[in-house]
């Protein structure tokens, strides 16, 4: 039966213009992965997937913004927002802010922010995702990301060659009321790992070196929810859980459309400055 959910997924792909997409039975899986489980039947193999380090995507992002002009306001948790004659008072715990248009991009909680507004329109849930890092001696386990067949809450516990070279598996998907929940648990690990464990006999708990947790934002809609509102110059940019950080940059640009038909004046500005430096990496440097 899974592999029936595979072809349509391959199918469904291919409707959608991605290229490249194969079908592969045991005999080229085991070549191609020879440390996952003889028991496969076999994968649908998509080679325009990848991975990148996403908090080095997101501080190159913030310090590229902050380079180009932007200010952030950090620990400046918003109460309560007022209008006053087409402009938005952001109240924070240490100062207001002040703009003519305000993008609800507030994670987990993005309802409570548009609720500020009067827009009780829809609800977050949390849903926590339990995630292992493993030694880097298992490096190669896996030559490519490991999704197992998609559940209709998830995509499942994954194997993840992450861009630093080590191996993470995870992640679970459980729904939670605690907005400031990022325990990892027992429970967790047992998820994570009796699931790795059938595809994958090489990989064991005993390889974790570091466990964390994150949050998920879904929405009431199960959809990103994205767009103007009935709050002219009130703009949501909710419910983006995975997958959301591969469509930031297409969701950006989205949201700047979405902007200049609020009617924001957005001209090309001839010092903007492309590039950053980006950060040390001391691991390649010579001793000198």
Known sequence: EDLQILMQLKE???KKGVTGLEMWDRKRLLREEPNLSSTLLGALYAPGAGVINPYELSFGLAESAELNGVTFFRENQIHAIDSQDGVF???????????????NAAGVFSDKIAEMVRLPDFQIQPRKGEEYMLDKRLRGVVNHLIFPTPQPKSKGILIIPTFDGTIMVGPT???????????????GAHTVFSQVRKYC???SERDVITEFAGLRAV???????IGPTRVKGFINVAGIQSPGLTAAPAIAEYVREIL???GLKAPERSDWQPAIDGPA??????SE
């Open 173 to 187: 998907a459980e729904d939670v009321e605690d907005r400031y929940d990022f325990s990892t648990t027992l429970t």
């Open 260 to 262: 200049r038909d609020e």
């Open 89 to 103: 008072i952001a109240k924070g715990s240490r100062l207001a802010i002040k703009g003519r248009f305000l993008i």
């Open 201 to 203: 006999p090489s990989i």
């Open 219 to 225: 929405s009431s809609t199960n959809d990103f929810i």
């Open 12 to 14: 469904k792909g291919e």
């Open 281 to 286: 990496r001391f691991a390649l440097m010579d």
